[in-house]
């Protein structure tokens, strides 16, 4: 049993280091401002939209760019949750494949990359659609 134990830690470390990272990619705004306020969450456009006089075809795609990546990122997620348990499967093997695992590891590790470039993807997007006086505007709020 403390034998089963030890042999999980190291992997469940991994693992919430894993999670926390996702954690952070998903919250970009919640985070330090990495890009000093040069992109802005759609939550944070949402929440000024009177402030910001938002048109309807702004609105309407912010609404479409967010519905597009929410899309993409479940796809990816599910990718994760796979690797996730396959690695749970390889670490119950014995010995250990080290090298099944790693790739395990390294399937998680890109559909998280995956997710952060949508992400990105998604900012850079919502800031093309803003107007100077837009992105001054919530530079001014942050």
């Known amino acids: ?33 990495v890009f000093k306020g040069k992109l802005f969450p759609p939550n944070i456009i949402l929440e000024h939209q009177d402030e910001l006089d938002l048109t309807k075809e702004q609105y309407t795609a912010i609404k479409a760019a967010v519905v597009e990546v929410q ?3 479940a796809e990816h997620e599910w990718d ?5 348990q396959q690695a749970l499967l390889q670490l119950d093997e014995s010995p250990v494949d080290e090298d099944e695992v790693l790739a395990s590891v390294s399937k998680v590790l890109q559909a998280e990359n995956n997710v952060k470039r949508l992400q990105m993807t998604m900012l ?12 001054d505007y919530l530079q001014s709020v942050r």
């Open 71 to 73: 899309t993409s990122v």
């Open 80 to 84: 994760m949750r796979e690797a996730y």
């Open 1 to 33: 049993m403390i034998k089963d134990i030890r042999k999980a830690l190291p992997l469940a470390g991994l693992f919430l280091i894993l999670i926390a990272s996702g954690v952070n990619a998903q919250g970009m705004g919640a985070q330090k401002d």
């Open 124 to 135: 850079i997007r919502l800031r093309n659609l803003l107007t100077d006086e837009q992105m």
